[in-house]
């Protein structure tokens, strides 16, 4: 119980919850959880064991009609991908259209910004999807309305129209952070190209 209550503080932005247990001989008798920075505190606790191969966490939160989006992302140096995705801060272990926007977002505006800054040539080919998931731990988070949810776990989310906000909204974020912070961003490539060349030999 208490991993679920420290992680919808995590969701929850700003939002303080305290938890007592008045059970006699209680196990867990009072805790309190609050994070300031919301999903980019959960990225960095996520990341507390590995290296980061870039300082900042990217984090954004925008809305477009009724969507609210909130995502955060970092690089490490491992192979591992990461990705968590909340709708209505039910954890949606199967994905589902955020998943997919974000994944679009996520390739096609790494590429624009490898491109635009010569880190890809013109004449290579572009980073895959494989490429720039490895290494990244990425926590997409989305408020919608009228969640229709897939299964009867609510493990997939199936709103049509929450892919295309999810894809706009942080593809914008997302280039405009890349292009204010090339410390960030340059190290991302790198870590993408080393991830495209390593699938190439093998």
């Known amino acids: 119980i208490l991993d679920h209550l420290r992680r919808q503080a995590y969701l929850t932005r700003g939002v303080t919850i305290h938890f007592r247990d008045e059970r006699e001989r209680a196990e867990f008798p009072k805790y309190s959880f609050y994070f300031e920075g919301g999903v980019a505190s959960y990225v ?32 490490t140096d491992t192979y591992k991908e990461s990705i968590f995705t909340f709708a209505n801060n039910i954890h949606t272990g199967e994905g589902g259209m955020h998943l997919t926007g974000f994944k679009s977002a996520l390739t096609r505006t790494l590429n624009n910004y490898a491109r635009e800054k010569s880190m890809v040539k013109e004449k290579d080919e572009n980073l895959t999807a494989e490429d720039v998931r490895e290494g990244i731990t990425a926590i997409v988070s989305v408020k919608v309305p009228e969640p229709q949810f897939e299964g009867q776990t609510k493990a997939k989310l199936g709103n049509a129209e929450v892919r295309g906000a999810v894809e706009s909204l942080f593809g914008e974020a997302f280039a405009q952070w890349l292009e204010e912070n090339p410390g960030d961003g340059n190290p991302i490539i790198a870590k993408c190209s080393l991830a495209q060349r390593a699938r190439n030999a093998a």
Not at 62 to 72: M, P, Q, R, Y
């Open 44 to 75: 960095k606790h996520l990341n507390r064991n590995a290296t980061a191969v870039h300082p900042s966490v990217f984090y954004a939160s925008k809305a477009l009609d009724s969507i609210h989006v909130e995502i955060a992302l970092q690089y």
